[in-house]
């Protein structure tokens, strides 16, 4: 039986004040359509669909760019635009042509980020191609929402009223509409094709097919949500917030009980996925992006932000250290290495076992082997760099000529001086030693010691200038 599914995202969000569609603001990284069409990944569909309107050209292009356009057109995410909104009933009559097959089809929205893999399983089986399933929430204040009017003789689902529409006794039903169901596909087109906009706010309700299902005697089925947090929609920033911190706590939960220990799980922000390993150690205002690995007892110190990264065990990243590979993969930390404070590596950083940057050193597009060491103020950028070398406080690869990118290649046992500068292209041959404040524009042969800097001169009994009277 084939499954459509559709998310509306057509509505325009006024309460965000943004110039951003609404769908489109990020939690943990995400957009709230991109973390729908996630929970929704699983589930197979023969077609995806996203209802736009608002914004129609950037959430397209915005869904194209997450997932990439061939894994768009391969995975069935197909748009339909709804111009103008009209209400919900009119975005599904939009997105009737493009329904395929006489299944289910499911129905989500674009701004209710945390809706559950499971429950909407649990939705799509219960309808099983011929009931109408409602996805309801007991809510302590139900304001706004569509109230679930129940027969109180057996229970049974008979409507559902606008919050706008309802009389003041249907408005202390606390039984609210999530705004998602499960619909046989064909009786959905044919129940939205009768929809009116007779109404308090004059558009076609989606709900109101909820009516029209009872009186054609077919099975109504309410399903409450697991949580509150899943149903919830996001309509201005304190809720996009409030959702944030949500999820923050649920994966912060999550971590600690795989044995990850946080210093406070509310000073915690994963906006991607995390692996780690045994007796990892986090302390607090770190934020993780895309997708980062920590391996068996690292410890990160407060205040970093680590991006794209491998942490090999044991290594230790100490406050304010900023990590950020750009890719997956991007920036890797070896066993045992030593990072910061204040220490930052840049794309395509690969360092190896023990090595060790302290602050204020920059690491980008490089690669240091094992015992490495650059401790104080230094600039590494596309360089190879041997085990066991002392690049000094102050150094720097000249790596950029104004056009092009050059390498600088360093052998195992170098020191490198404090305060000298390496114009690349340039190699540093194994065992070499540069003087303090030179500046390398040759190679150096491997075990020579290398010094380009001005000779210092003496001029004994020199009188320094002084006031004219
Ligand atoms: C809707 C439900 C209400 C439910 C509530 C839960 C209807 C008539 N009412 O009300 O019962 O309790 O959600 O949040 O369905 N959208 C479009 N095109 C439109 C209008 C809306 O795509 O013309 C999209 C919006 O972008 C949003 C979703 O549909 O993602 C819900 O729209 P919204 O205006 O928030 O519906 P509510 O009035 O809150
Ligand atoms: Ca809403």
């Given at each position: 039986?084939?499954?459509?599914?559709?998310?509306?995202?057509?509505?325009?969000?006024?309460?965000?004040?943004?110039?951003?569609?609404?769908?489109?603001?990020?939690?943990?990284?995400?957009?709230?359509?991109?973390?729908?069409?996630?929970?929704?990944?699983?589930?197979?569909?023969?077609?995806?669909?996203?209802?736009?309107g608002h914004g129609a050209e950037l959430v397209e292009a915005a869904v194209a760019a997450d997932i990439g356009t061939a894994a768009?057109?391969?995975?069935?995410?197909?748009?339909?635009?709804?111009?103008?909104?009209?209400?919900?009933?009119?975005?599904?009559?939009?997105?009737?042509?493009?329904?395929?097959?006489?299944?289910?089809?499911?129905?989500?929205?674009?701004?209710?980020?945390?809706?559950?893999?499971?429950?909407?399983?649990?939705?799509?089986?219960?309808?099983?191609?011929?009931?109408?399933?409602?996805?309801?929430?007991?809510?302590?204040?139900?304001?706004?929402?569509?109230?679930?009017?129940?027969?109180?003789?057996?229970?049974?689902?008979?409507?559902?009223?606008?919050?706008?529409?309802?009389?003041?006794?249907?408005?202390?039903?606390?039984?609210?509409?999530?705004?998602?169901?499960?619909?046989?596909?064909?009786?959905?087109?044919?129940?939205?094709?009768?929809?009116?906009?007779?109404?308090?706010?004059?558009?076609?309700?989606?709900?109101?097919?909820?009516?029209?299902?009872?009186?054609?005697?077919?099975?109504?089925?309410?399903?409450?949500?697991?949580?509150?947090?899943?149903?919830?929609?996001?309509?201005?920033?304190?809720?996009?917030?409030?959702?944030?911190?949500?999820?923050?706590?649920?994966?912060?939960?999550?971590?600690?009980?795989?044995g990850m220990r946080l210093a406070d799980p509310a000073r915690f922000d994963l906006r991607g996925t995390l692996t780690h390993g045994?007796?990892?150690?986090?302390?607090?205002?770190?934020?993780?992006?895309?997708?980062?690995?920590?391996?068996?007892?690292?410890?990160?110190?407060?205040?970093?932000?680590?991006?794209?990264?491998?942490?090999?065990?044991?290594?230790?990243?100490?406050?304010?250290?900023?990590?950020?590979?750009?890719?997956?993969?991007?920036?890797?930390?070896?066993?045992?290495?030593?990072?910061?404070?204040?220490?930052?590596?840049?794309?395509?950083?690969?360092?190896?076992?023990?090595?060790?940057?302290?602050?204020?050193?920059?690491?980008?597009?490089?690669?240091?082997?094992?015992?490495?060491?650059?401790?104080?103020?230094?600039?590494?950028?596309?360089?190879?760099?041997?085990?066991?070398?002392?690049?000094?406080?102050?150094?720097?690869?000249?790596?950029?000529?104004?056009?092009?990118?050059?390498?600088?290649?360093?052998?195992?046992?170098?020191?490198?001086?404090?305060?000298?500068?390496?114009?690349?292209?340039?190699?540093?041959?194994?065992?070499?030693?540069?003087?303090?404040?030179?500046?390398?524009?040759?190679?150096?042969?491997?075990?020579?010691?290398?010094?380009?800097?001005?000779?210092?001169?003496?001029?004994?009994?020199?009188?320094?200038?002084?006031?004219?009277?």
């Amino acid at each position: 039986m084939a499954l459509n599914i559709v998310i509306m995202a057509a509505g325009k969000g006024t309460r965000m004040k943004s110039a951003t569609p609404k769908v489109l603001h990020k939690l943990a990284g995400r957009s709230l359509l991109a973390h729908v069409l996630k929970s929704c990944e699983p589930l197979h569909a023969a077609a995806r669909i996203v209802i736009t309107g608002h914004g129609a050209e950037l959430v397209e292009a915005a869904v194209a760019a997450d997932i990439g356009t061939a894994a768009q057109a391969a995975g069935g995410i197909g748009f339909v635009r709804q111009m103008p909104q009209l209400g919900t009933g009119h975005a599904i009559q939009q997105a009737v042509p493009a329904l395929v097959g006489e299944g289910t089809t499911l129905i989500l929205n674009g701004d209710v980020p945390l809706i559950e893999t499971a429950t909407a399983k649990a939705l799509i089986d219960a309808c099983a191609g011929h009931a109408l399933v409602l996805l309801t929430v007991d809510l302590f204040d139900p304001s706004g929402y569509g109230r679930i009017l129940r027969d109180p003789d057996d229970d049974g689902v008979l409507a559902i009223v606008e919050h706008k529409d309802a009389t003041p006794e249907q408005r202390l039903i606390h039984e609210g509409y999530s705004g998602m169901m499960a619909a046989p596909t064909a009786a959905l087109k044919r129940w939205v094709g009768q929809l009116s906009n007779n109404n308090a706010q004059g558009e076609y309700y989606l709900t109101d097919i909820v009516a029209m299902a009872v009186a054609e005697g077919l099975p109504v089925l309410g399903i409450k949500a697991s949580s509150e947090t899943e149903v919830l929609g996001v309509n201005d920033p304190v809720q996009l917030a409030q959702l944030e911190r949500a999820f923050q706590a649920a994966q912060a939960e999550d971590l600690m009980h795989a044995g990850m220990r946080l210093a406070d799980p509310a000073r915690f922000d994963l906006r991607g996925t995390l692996t780690h390993g045994q007796d990892v150690e986090i302390d607090v205002n770190c934020v993780f992006e895309g997708e980062v690995e920590l391996g068996d007892g690292v410890r990160i110190g407060a205040n970093c932000v680590i991006r794209n990264a491998k942490i090999a065990a044991g290594a230790r990243i100490h406050e304010f250290s900023h990590i950020d590979g750009e890719k997956p993969g991007g920036a890797s930390v070896g066993a045992g290495a030593l990072i910061g404070p204040f220490a930052r590596l840049r794309p395509g950083a690969q360092l190896g076992a023990d090595v060790h940057i302290g602050n204020f050193v920059e690491v980008k597009n490089s690669t240091l082997a094992k015992g490495a060491k650059a401790n104080h103020l230094a600039y590494l950028g596309d360089a190879t760099v041997g085990e066991r070398v002392n690049y000094g406080a102050g150094a720097i690869t000249a790596n950029y000529d104004g056009a092009n990118k050059h390498r600088t290649t360093i052998g195992d046992d170098v020191h490198v001086g404090s305060n000298c500068v390496l114009v690349a292209p340039v190699t540093l041959g194994k065992g070499a030693t540069i003087g303090g404040g030179s500046t390398i524009t040759k190679d150096v042969n491997p075990g020579d010691l290398a010094v380009a800097r001005g000779k210092q001169v003496a001029l004994t009994g020199w009188i320094r200038p002084a006031k004219k009277r």
